[in-house]
């Protein structure tokens, strides 16, 4: 039987059939990722194919379908394994504060650097609108200037004040969309602003100043009734980025992408070649300061910092 995996607590996952029915379900066998080793081997968006066992409603997983496309990190801990976030995804959207908890412009460009390493069109939900000073007011308009002229679509929302979410709404319908961000963003309550049925567990105000607490602690789909899906997960700390050549990191930035046929040198890394057309766009501050620190942060490796 074919399903759709809705949920993930890392052992468990629930699948659900194409006739509408919901499975507890485990995993047999071997299950691989390319060559990477993945701490979990199944994730939510996932299709497989499930045995039913002898109790009611619950049914192991005995093969996966082959994937579109995925969202993966590098573990904290553990270098060498990867976790995927989600799998067959239409988009995925990060949550990003500017205060409380504070989201870094490395972590916005490591997080749009997978996705496009992914394939998989990203943009940003820019929340708790209602606790911006006017001074943030005016940093957040610089990010979305800066992040829509690369091509990002970007949203700027209340979710506790249910402000901008019909924007939001629109953008989801007829799409499976992954919600990612650190922990306390918003990420559930905002889902909950999108569909008041989903009743999503959300922080206290007491949680987020501790960025090691987590509220959503498993991964789980939940369907839209206009049509696609939105993708609850936990919050993330750090974003590990693996499996991206240094050589093909510039065609994770777009408007890097666009200039770099224009370098001197076809095999130019634009870190100190003559002739780069991207150090030049630096220069002339058509490629921004920050988006090009970021590429020279994943460039050396220093790709796990928050
Ligand atoms: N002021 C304000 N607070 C918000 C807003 N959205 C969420 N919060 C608060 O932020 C805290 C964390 O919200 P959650 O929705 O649990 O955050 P999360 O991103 O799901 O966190 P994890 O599940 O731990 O990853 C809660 O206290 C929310 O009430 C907002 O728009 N404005
Ligand atoms: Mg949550
Ligand atoms: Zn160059």
Redesign the pocket.
Known sequence: MKGLVTKSTGSWYQVLTDEGKAYDCRIKGKFRTKDIQTTNPVAVGDWVEIEPENEPNVAVITLLHERKNYIIRKSVNLSKQAQILAANLDQAFL?VTLASPYTSLGFIDRFLVTAEAYDVPAGLIF?????FSDEGLEILQDYRLLYESIGYPCFE?????KTGIEAVSAQLKDKVTLIS?H????????INAIVPRADLR????S??SDKG????TFAEMIGLTYGGSIIDT??IRELGIIDIEQQELGHYFPEMRERMHNCRFSNCRHINEPGCAVLEAVEDGDISASRYDSYLSIYHGNDTRS
Do not use: M, Q, Y
């Not at 922990?183 to 905002?190: A, F, I, Q, R």
């Not at 607490?213 to 959503?216: F, G, R």
């Open positions: 949550v929340n708790k609108l209602d606790l929302v209340s979710a506790l004040r961000g922990s306390g963003v918003g990420k559930s309550t905002l959300t922080g206290t105000i949680d987020w607490k987590h509220t959503t936990p919050g």
